[in-house]
């Protein structure tokens, strides 16, 4: 329809063409996209609107016009709070619930509501969830948990063990492998409690990056600070997904307007240190299989530095700013320095140290 505004295919139409276009056109119009497009004309100082623009907005794309629209048409856009609507279904209200738990504005938060359509679902962390932890460990090791004192323990194909370190997928893998039942279930219950809300909102490529990434970093980590001892477990990568999160609603706390926030973040608190003080006192435990120690628990560090500054960054905003998009720059180059220099540390280090490594399984 905006073409046939624009004869002489410029880019632009006016803005008196465009609202008239919009009084034409708007009962066709979601009443939430016609309030933002009717901002976008109103903030809109040249006196001309570009097709793409347009085009973004309908197809739920965020750009630069947008993001200045809705906040020039602010007090027109958050009139009514998303919490104020009335009527809704058990899924409305279940994606309502999700962005006051996960976006710290409100004019994110009705955007998410719009366009949310659970298409594609929240694949990543379900997946990573029911296939990683229980297809494999009840399937093929016909048991739910490897435990550290089963015999299978470290002749397994999966975890990290320091002998084994040139195996690459050995850095990735281990997080399909946990010591225990309870070291599973806490990791389970915040990957699912946190993680899928977070992909519901900021998407799967996002979260899978920040949980991908606490993994890498965690196996590294324990290469480089702690060279002697095998990993298990996913902590690196639910650590990293939940400290961002919880970095986040500390540093937008007067926005957030989830119910319980502080309880919410006592209890994530006190179960990610109470499974990580488990993994403390089970790394300086004897060990079932002497020379081999215990897990390490630097994974756990590991995936919490990534959450605080990868994280964060990604999970700020539902619209990343151009500081935020800086700031990612500089962390992600921080991180490719250290993931370049433990693959140095693991190749020349061993041997120039002289280290006592556990035999191979």
């Not at 009139?79 to 309502?96: D, P």
């Not at 976006?103 to 359509?117: G, V």
């Not at 606490?214 to 990568?237: E, N, R, Y």
Request: hydrophobic letters at 45%.
């Amino acid at each position: 329809l905006l073409s046939q505004f624009d004869p002489d295919n410029t880019g632009y139409i006016s803005t008196e063409k465009f609202r008239s276009l919009l009084q034409r056109h708007g009962s066709e119009l979601d009443p939430h996209k016609l309030e933002v497009l009717l901002a976008l004309a109103d903030s809109n100082s040249e006196g001309r609107i570009c097709y793409q623009d347009f085009v973004n907005l309908m197809s739920n794309k965020r750009s630069n016009s947008f993001r200045q629209a809705i906040l020039q048409g602010n007090r027109r856009l958050c009139s009514k709070a998303l919490l104020e609507e009335t009527g809704l279904s058990l899924s409305q209200r279940l994606i309502r619930h999700v962005a006051y738990e996960t976006l710290p504005r409100e004019i994110d938060r009705k955007w998410y509501y719009d366009s949310y359509t659970c298409c594609p679902p929240p694949w990543f962390m379900i997946t990573i969830t029911i296939v990683a932890f229980f297809l494999y460990n009840g399937v093929v090791l016909d048991r739910f948990v490897l435990q550290v004192t089963h015999p299978l323990y470290l002749k397994n194909t999966l975890l990290y063990h320091p002998q084994l370190r040139a195996q690459a997928w050995r850095y990735l893998t281990y997080i399909f492998m946990h010591a225990g039942i309870e070291h599973l279930g806490l990791n389970v219950v915040l990957q699912l409690l946190v993680g899928v809300p977070l992909e519901m909102v900021h998407g799967a490529a996002r979260i899978s990056f920040v949980y991908v990434a606490g993994v890498v970093a965690g196996s590294l980590a324990v290469s480089v600070a702690d060279m002697t001892a095998p990993v298990v477990g996913s902590s690196g990568g639910v650590y990293a997904v939940v400290s961002a999160h919880l970095a986040n609603i500390v540093m937008n706390w007067s926005g957030m307007k989830c119910q319980f926030k502080l309880l919410r973040m006592a209890v994530a608190l006190i179960c990610m240190s109470f499974e990580f003080g488990r993994a403390v006192w089970l790394r300086f435990h004897p060990s079932a299989y002497p020379p081999c120690p215990h897990p390490s628990f630097m994974a756990h560090l590991g995936g919490v530095m990534v959450g605080i500054t990868l994280g964060v960054i990604i999970l700020r905003n539902y619209e990343q700013r151009l500081q935020d998009q800086t700031l990612w720059w500089i962390f992600l180059s921080i991180y490719v320095i250290f993931v370049l220099f433990a693959i140095f540390w693991n190749i020349f280090a061993y041997s120039l140290l002289d280290l006592k490594l556990p035999p191979p399984p």
